[in-house]
C-alpha cells in the first residue's frame, strides 16, 4: 500500500524516474480497489446502462492523473521519452510493447531523467545491526 500511497502524493510529478516495484504495485492495488468498487456498486445498483458503476466511474476519473504521472516516470526508468505512449493509439500492438516496456528492468546508474530509484532507496535504507 505504500507504493500506492507513494504514486498518489506524486501524482502531478512526471519528471523523474518510477521503478518497476512502485509502477506493478500501484497497478496492483488499482484492480482490486476497482473489482471492490464494481462489487459495491453492484450491491448497492448503482450500475449505468453500460455496466460501470458510479463508485467505479469516480475512482477511474480521480485515478487518471496520478496513472499518467507514473506511467511517464516508468518509460523514463527505461530511459525513454514519454512519447513512446503514442504507441497506446495503436490497439494490441501498441499496448503490447507499451507493457514490454514496463516489464523490462529500468537503466541502472544515473540517465537523462534522474538518478536511479533503487540505487536512492538503498542508500536511504539504515542499516541494521
Sequence with gaps: MDWYLKVLKNYIGFGGRA???EYWMFILVNIILTVVLSMLDKMLGWQRAGGEGILTTIYGVLIFL?????????????DRSAWWLLLLII??????????????NGTPGENRFGPDPKR???TRMPLVS
Design 120 to 122: 536512492e532507496e538503498t
Design 91 to 104: 490497439p494490441v500492438v501498441g499496448w503490447l510493447i507499451i507493457l514490454a516496456f514496463n516489464c523490462q
Design 66 to 78: 496520478p496513472w499518467w504521472a507514473v506511467q511517464f516516470r516508468r518509460l523514463h526508468d527505461t
Design 19 to 21: 521503478r518497476r516495484k
